[in-house]
């Protein structure tokens, strides 16, 4: 169901922030395509913030769009933190604002390394990221914690993709060919991992990647577009 059927209306896109019993002034974002046509049909002259509101993240809209998985990762921990010194909920609260587990620890890593393929670890992150049951000041440290695990992964696959490299492989999916080798996730028929534990051995696996076996047709016949960015 999309962001629109869900809250039963259409979101001109706006901040407002609850402060001591207070709406705080409302930041305007940047209209998203059609919205103020909508406003203007609807007879609404000015957007305004009304108490007792489920308070709206811009993103709500954006996802009825296509905004980048990319740009979705990196808004997703600034808004957890947002709600960091405001809110005693759980992250899992706040799910529908966030949409995926996954965008929020990429997000994280985009803050440290802004050039990351973060698009070639969603397949891992799917299957062993989840919300956390615990306050949003503790989720973030959480994923802090998860972020550097992806980073530190991040580190192997990279060394992994130097040494196909060198030898003489050539392919604009080197990484995503090398995460798919890593990630045992994707033949198992288990419904749940325990985060750690999964990205452990992925690591392990990473770190002792075998070049020597791989051929240019391997690359070849596994190639394709990488994950959406």
């Not at 809209?61 to 990196?74: F, M």
């Not at 529908?96 to 440290?112: V, W």
């Not at 999916?173 to 991992?193: D, E, G, H, Q």
């Amino acid at each position: 169901m999309g962001v629109i059927e869900t809250i039963g209306r259409f979101l001109d896109p706006i901040v407002a922030v609850r402060e001591d019993g207070q709406l705080s002034d409302a930041e305007r974002q940047p209209p998203a395509a059609g919205a103020e046509e909508a406003r203007r049909q609807d007879g609404h002259g000015a957007a305004r913030a009304r108490p007792g509101g489920r308070v709206q993240d811009p993103r709500a809209q954006h996802r009825e769009g296509a905004q980048p998985a990319r740009e979705v990762a990196r808004d997703d921990p600034h808004g957890a933190r947002a709600r960091e010194a405001r809110a005693t909920h759980s992250e899992t609260r706040f799910a529908f604002e966030f949409e995926q587990p996954a965008f929020l620890t990429l997000g994280i890593c985009y803050e440290e390394r802004p050039r990351l393929s973060g698009g070639a670890y969603q397949s891992i992150l799917r299957r062993v990221d989840a919300f956390l049951d615990e306050p949003i000041a503790k989720a973030i440290k959480e994923r802090d914690r998860r972020g550097r695990k992806i980073l530190k992964l991040d580190d192997a696959v990279s060394a992994a993709v130097e040494k196909l490299k060198a030898k003489g492989l050539t392919s604009p999916y080197l990484k995503p060919f090398v995460v798919s080798r890593v990630n045992y996730t994707r033949f198992s028929k288990a419904t749940s991992f325990d985060f750690d534990e999964a990205l452990d051995k992925i690591i392990a696996s990473a770190a002792k990647f075998n070049v020597d076996r791989i051929k240019q047709e391997d690359v070849v016949r596994a190639g394709g577009a990488p994950e959406d960015e």
